[in-house]
């Protein structure tokens, strides 16, 4: 069996070797604020510009992304960790993305120890791709920030409500805390109009540079919309059931900002903030 070191040099080799591929955590301080639709259909509208995708469901013990999406993979994560496969077994190709599906109901997968998330890490990193999107839970546990801070980036997403924002700035608070390179995203989710979603990331982003003097990069903002309740009821992401939905229409707008934007950590000094990242993971 090869040591914890050995396993992190063949990780770094790996990250080196693949260092333009982008991994980006979504997530949020509040549950229930859209995370698992916008990963879903993020991933779509990223692979609908060109680029090729994974997705992985790290919602450990409450997963629910393949609900979304409609697929019933054979395998999920909660074969990976009962040791029954290897994680590259387990990804399963649906409308032209790589999902890797979580275990739901899995008490095993909700208390990984961290040691074991960095071997999901390691595999999932060996997936080819150009964006690695993972779904994580909600909230401030360190179960959810580990997820999120092994990631070079994060999209936190909130609604306008003020205990979504709270709970939002709390996170960022936290994160920033652990690792004060984390490239940070805001998605506005279920804005009544676009007014409404331009003022509260103004005022959210203002206030996390004046009492936390970090910068939040504002990616876009979905709209409240009926019908991506009714995809959630189809099983079918909203980018397939609707594409010309108000939201699907935003989820590629917010797809092109996050693609256009350039992220210092993936060509500046990835490595070395990567390995930071990693070091948390075993603390
Ligand atoms: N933009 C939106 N418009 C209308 N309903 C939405 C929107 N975003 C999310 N929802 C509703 O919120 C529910 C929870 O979304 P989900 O993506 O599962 O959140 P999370 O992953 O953060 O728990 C969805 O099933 C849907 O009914
Ligand atoms: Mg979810």
Request: net charge positive; proline share 5%; with cysteine.
């Amino acid at each position: 069996m090869p040591d914890q070191a050995q396993r992190l040099r063949q990780l770094v080799q790996e990250w080196e070797r693949r260092r333009k591929k982008r991994t980006i955590a979504i997530t949020s301080g509040k549950g229930g604020v859209g995370k698992t639709n916008i990963a879903a259909n993020l991933a779509l509208a990223l692979h609908e510009q060109g680029y090729a995708v994974t997705l992985l469901d790290a919602d450990l013990g409450l997963a629910n992304l393949d609900v979304v999406l409609g697929i019933t993979p054979p395998y999920t994560l909660g074969q990976v960790v009962q040791r029954e496969c290897s994680l590259i077994d387990i990804v399963h190709c649906a409308y032209g993305v790589k999902v890797v599906a979580g275990g739901s109901g899995l008490e095993e997968l909700a208390t990984l120890p961290d040691s074991e998330l960095l071997y999901l890490f390691h595999d999932a990193a060996q997936i080819d791709s150009d964006f690695f999107l993972i779904d994580t839970g909600a909230g401030i546990s360190p179960k959810v920030t580990s997820v999120a801070l092994a990631a070079q980036e994060v999209v936190v997403v909130t609604t306008p409500e003020p205990t979504a924002l709270t709970d939002a700035y709390a996170l960022i608070k936290v994160l920033t805390r652990k690792n004060a390179n984390l490239t940070l995203h805001l998605v506005v989710n279920r804005a009544s109009n676009k007014k409404e979603a331009q003022q509260v990331t103004s005022n959210f982003c203002r206030v996390a540079k004046d009492f936390l003097s970090v910068t939040v990069n504002p990616l876009g903002y979905i709209p409240e919309d009926r019908l991506l309740r009714s995809a959630v009821h189809r099983q079918q992401p909203l980018l397939l059931s609707f594409p010309s939905a108000p939201a699907a229409e935003q989820l590629r707008v917010i797809a092109a900002s996050l693609a256009g934007t350039v992220c210092p950590s993936v060509y500046g000094s990835g490595l070395r903030g990567f390995l930071g990242r990693l070091r948390s993971l075993f603390r």
